[in-house]
């Protein structure tokens, strides 16, 4: 800082000048950069958002890819159950004719030895 004391005023005046001249250079807008990858950079966010979608539509590709997996599974799963279920049902019929099937054999052969015998 200046010694003010012993100065006159037209000193005063003049760092007053300076001053002011300083703090307006400072406010001064400054001249403006041009970006020189201005247009590759534009590309480059270009190709960027290209493989940001890319990869979305392959997620979303996927995702309904195991949607129809899990879908055709289950309904395989519900006919495997289906077909289980109509197994053990002819398994019992057939079961259920043979007993049948016995039952009428023995009451023949009980009539047929109930004739041998008179």
């Keep these: ?14 760092a007053a000048a300076e001053a002011k001249a300083a703090l307006l250079a ?3 807008p400054k001249p403006t950069v041009i970006d020189p990858l201005f247009a590759e950079r534009e ?3 270009a190709d960027e958002l290209k493989a940001v979608r890319a990869a979305r539509e ?9 949607a129809a997996d899990k879908a055709a599974a289950a309904q395989a799963a519900i006919e495997a159950d289906e077909e289980a279920a ?3 049902k002819r398994g019992a019929r057939k079961e259920r ?6 039952e009428a054999k023995a009451k023949r ?10």
């Design 1 to 14: 800082m200046r010694d003010l004391k012993g100065s006159s005023h037209t000193d005063r005046q003049t």
């Design 86 to 88: 109509l197994a053990e």
């Design 97 to 102: 004719k043979q007993l049948s099937k016995d």
């Design 58 to 66: 392959i997620e979303k590709a996927e995702a309904k890819q195991a």
């Design 109 to 118: 052969d009980a009539k047929y030895a109930a004739r041998k015998a008179r």
């Design 26 to 28: 400072k406010l001064k």
């Design 43 to 45: 590309a480059m966010k």
